[in-house]
């Protein structure tokens, strides 16, 4: 059965994510979703300051942070079904920031696609008469790999908003993490 996704037991992650979450806290453009888009990427004066420790924490793979985004949900509209159409990366290391308790990536088998252009990227949409199968989903309570370039969409606990995620793209291609 293909892999979607694989927690990793990683020490030391959760002082990446707080530091994360006390710079996304002071930047109320980023904790309100101000630009309307769910998927932001860290300035490079933070990404430089952070990417020590995020080496550091992943040294034991053998992989070296190349880039970082926060991604900030208000409601499961802003996580809807996609499908990222990254050339870089297949694959991405997700972290819990906050309110991922509850929520979660759901991977989806789906039988039509589409092409959408949005502000800033080409994503893969379903097509409209697609039929659209659940095939796995994980909670993000830990570092978790995704395929990000498999159909998947985040849903979350509206009780509890905005749920931050954040998402490590590597020099390396992560497959290996997932066998
Ligand atoms: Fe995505």
């Known amino acids: 059965m293909k892999k979607y996704f694989k927690e990793l037991a990683v020490p030391g992650w959760e002082e990446i994510a707080q530091k994360t979450l006390d710079y996304v806290v ?3 453009d980023i904790f309100e979703r101000r630009a309307g888009l769910s998927f ?4 490079s004066d933070f990404l430089e300051t952070i990417k020590p420790l995020i080496n550091s924490v992943f040294s034991p793979y053998g992989i070296k942070c190349v880039n970082a985004a926060v991604y900030v949900m208000n409601s499961s509209k802003d996580g809807s079904l996609h499908c990222d159409n990254s050339a870089t990366a297949d694959y991405r ?3 819990p920031i906050l309110n991922t308790k509850n ?3 759901q991977f989806y088998q789906v039988s039509d696609t589409v092409y959408h252009k949005n502000a800033k990227y080409t994503i893969k949409l379903p097509g409209a008469s697609s039929i659209n199968t659940l095939v796995d989903r994980v909670e993000i309570t830990q570092p978790t790999v995704i395929s990000v370039n498999d159909f998947h969409e985040i849903v979350m606990d509206v009780e509890h908003a905005p749920r931050i995620t954040m998402t490590l793209f590597f020099d390396k291609d992560l497959k290996f993490l997932l066998d």
Request: aromatic letters at 24%.
């Open 26 to 28: 002071l930047y109320t």
């Open 40 to 43: 932001i990427f860290l300035s």
């Open 93 to 95: 290391i997700n972290l």
């Open 103 to 105: 929520s979660y990536i």
